[in-house]
Structure formats: structure tokens, C-alpha cells
């Protein structure tokens, strides 16, 4: 161990001596460039922007000979390195030796630590090591595919999911009486962050809280937090500081408070094994389950929303999609498991939406020590012991050359669910080509089947439900813990005739 890690660094720094080693090392940024669109580091006047400063990054690099345009390292100010990649062997490699075992690198808590300070640090998103490894096996069980696809279990998402519906359709119907027009504009965000909250408290907790409660109190809740959680990683002391002389606190604790209260409801499940507590084996007490299960209702209503949100703008930008997922939904009356995974239409658009537009944008790690990585085409990385590693999920799935017409057909930036087609016809499947949108590895996302049973419900129904288009025309992106397309998905509901 150092004694003095930052004067190692700053010696190194000094000597401009790259910190990393291997036969794929990867290439400097310079702090200081004029073509840039943010300084590379989050700082209070830019942290709201951090896909640019991922983009940053690269800036400089399209003059570097092989991977090193696409692994970059930042070593400045006497701290320990931030290597950058949008390499994918190179994301794989890192995310398959993350994990408990000695040398395996740890998910880097530093970007999640407002979320710890909100939920409590004994989460499986926040632990490493002993700890999460028991905290896995645990959930492993209720969140099974298996265990979801039940058809009971199903049937219970879906009957949550059409109330849903049919309440926006009354809206809408009286909208239209009131005003006598066919077309309403709405913005989805919030209505999918309800029915996502809706689904999860309900169905998975075994609760029973009413649509306008959730619509009302808990979700304004859950958006208030998750917006100070990631102000409050940035820049803990100078927000803390604000907050006493805005009055902030007092909104700050009565939003705790409604949290609070939702958490001891998906709790209260778990004595008469309700929902999916049915499935969970563990004499714990409740209060050492607790930031789990605000990590799940934040978390998961958070990515949840996001993957829903862009699939919905996506379609709403192509009506020729919308139609065909529309002739695969329109003979749908119920749900059930089978017809869902036998939609490939509706399974296309949800995986170029991932793609293109993943949830999550980067995933963190951090070198224990200093650890050797290999890719699977033999290339290899030296990566120092303190490093922050960021996994820029965002730009290696727009990369043209990972993604573009060569390899795919279809160019990297562009919606297009027709390119999984023509790869399988390529004979490249999608575990060669990864998209990462539930990471890979020992810490792949336990909530997949779920997510993905709510978004593709979500989706479906509104496909048949709904011709939709949007406002603006073209959507960017904002990005918080998730990503977001920018307009909310403000968009104009048709209902549909008898197509
Ligand atoms: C459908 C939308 C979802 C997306 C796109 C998504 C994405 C991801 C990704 C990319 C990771 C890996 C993070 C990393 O490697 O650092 C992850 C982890 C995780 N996800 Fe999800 N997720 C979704 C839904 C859910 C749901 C519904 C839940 C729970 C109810 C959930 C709970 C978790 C947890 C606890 C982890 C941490 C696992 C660990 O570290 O071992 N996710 N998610």
C-alpha cells in the first residue's frame, strides 16, 4: 500500500508516464482542448450534461492509431487515473472479471454515492465483495424468468397494467368529448412512470396502493429524489449549503417521508407472502431489506420508465414500425407469455431501443489492483490499482464502426429494428454483438425479465391501442442515473379504429 498515493500520482503526472500497461494501453486526454463540448469531468456547471462529457473524451482521439481512439485515460490533478472506453471487447473483458473474487475489479461506488445516501449503502447495486455476493443469491429466486413467467404471475402484471389503460383511455375519451378532437397531445413520461410504479408496488411487493395516490404523492416523490440524488453526487457540500438558505430541506424530508412510507408498504408484503415475496427464502429482518427494496422501487420505476420512454418516441417517429408491431399485437386480447416472446417486431424494436438509447449510459468499476485484462481477440490492458473505470455503454453502441452499415447494414445512429434481422442473416448473433443494455457478467441486471415483461406490456398495448406521433420533430436526449429522450415523449394519442 502507498502512503502517499497522490504524490505517485502527481510524479507520474508530472512525467507525463502513462499509468496504464499492455499491448492495448490507452490514449491521454488533454484537460485542455479548444474543439471540446465540456471539460472531461463533472463539475456543478456541467454535471447536467454527462453525455457530453463522456463525448469529451474522445475529442483529439480520431489522431490515435488503433484502440486508442476508443480508450481513453484522463491522470491529472493528482488523482487516480479515469480510464474512458467505448471498446467493446474491451467493456465485456472488464465486466466479466467484476465481481468478489481476489483481482476482480468492484463496481466504483463514487457515481452512485448520492443514491447510497438516500437508500442506505447495504444495497446490491452500492455493496462489493461478501456482501453482495449474498445479497444476489437472494434475489435470484423471485426475479427468476422462470419464476415471472408463470402464467398466474403474469395474468396479475397484466390486469394491473389494463386498469392502467383504461383510466388514460377515459381521460382521453372525456378529453375528446370536452373538446371534439380526435387527437390529444399528452406527455407519456408521466403516465409510464405511474403505471411502471403502479406494476412494481402492486404486483411485485403485493401492494395496494390506488392509481391517484401513486399519480398524485408518490411518484412526484420518487422524481424529487432521484433529481437530488444525483445533484447531491456531484456537489454534496455546496447543495447542502444551498438547501439551507432555499428552504429546500423541509421539501427534501416531506419527499423522504412519502418514500419512506411506500418502502413500508412493499415491505408489509412479506408477512403474508404476497406478490413476489412468495418466492423469497430469508430469516434477515425487514430493516436490513430495507435499501434493497428503495434501490428496487427507485431504481427500477427509473429504468423502467426510460427503456419504455424511448421505445414509445422511437415508434412515435415511425409509423411504419408502429404498423408493424401493430399487426402483431392487433390479435392480442390477453397477454400471455408465449404470444409475448413470439412478437419478434415488438422484440426488434425493444432491442434497437436498448441499443441506441440505453437506460443505463456508463457503468462504473474500479481497479482493486492492478489488473491484467484480456479481450476475447487476444488484446491486452494493464489497468492500475485506484483507477475509475467508466464503461461509456452510450458511445460504443453509436460507434459506426462496432455498429454501422459495414457491420450491420444500417448506420450506428439510426433507429433501425431491421438491422437484428440482417446480422442474423449475417450469421452474427446477438451474443457476439452485445449491447450491454443489462450489462454482462456476474453483476448482469437481476430485473431484466421484469423489465423487460413491463416494457414490452407497456409498449404492445399502446401500439394496439393508440396511433401516436411526436410534437417535436426530432428528439435529443438528457441524461440523469438514466437516459431520456428530451421532450418528455410529448406526443399526439389516436385512438384507433378497427385497422
Ligand atoms: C427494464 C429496464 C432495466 C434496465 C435497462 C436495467 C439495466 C441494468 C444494468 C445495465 C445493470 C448493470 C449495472 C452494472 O453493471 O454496473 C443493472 C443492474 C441492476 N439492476 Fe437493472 N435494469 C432494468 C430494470 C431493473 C429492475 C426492474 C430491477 C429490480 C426490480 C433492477 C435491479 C437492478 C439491480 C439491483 C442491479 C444491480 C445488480 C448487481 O450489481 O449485482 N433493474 N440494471
Redesign the pocket.
Known sequence: MQPFPWLRNFSRQLRGKNPFGGNCPPSRVCLLGRERPTLPVPLPWNYKEPLKIFEAFYIGGEHEDGWGKHNRYLYAGGISPVLVTRDPGMIRAI?AM?GDKSGQFD?DTSPTAGIARATGED???Y?NGSI?RR??SL?AKP?SRGNLFQLHRFSGFEKTFRNTVARRLDVLRQRQLETGQSRVRVEMDLEIKVIMLEM?VNN?FGGDVGYDDLRNHHVPALVYLIDHIVRDTVAPKSQALARLFTGENRMLNKHREVFNVLTDIALAGRKNKSGLWSEFDSDAPDAALRS?IM???A??ME??T???NWAISHLSHSPQWQSKVFAEVKTMDCYDPDDFTGAPNLNSVLEET?RLT???YF???RAVVDTLVETKDGRTMVIPAGTHIR?D?WHANRCEEFWGEQVTGYPANQFAPERWEAMEKKGLSSKDMLH?????????????S???L??GLVVGAMVKLFKFRAVAAKTGATAGI?TKPSDNVEVELELRGQD
Open positions: 465486466q467484476t463496481r444495497s446490491l447495486l455493496s453482495w445479497q444476489k434475489v426475479f412494481l411485485f434493497n434501490v428496487f422501487l431504481g427500477a429504468a423502467t426510460s427503456f419504455a436498448l440505453p437506460a443505463l457503468l462504473p468499476r464503461l455503454i450491454f443494455g443489462f450489462g454482462y457478467g456476474p453483476r448482469f441486471c437481476p430485473g431484466r421484469l423489465g423487460l413491463e416494457v438514466s
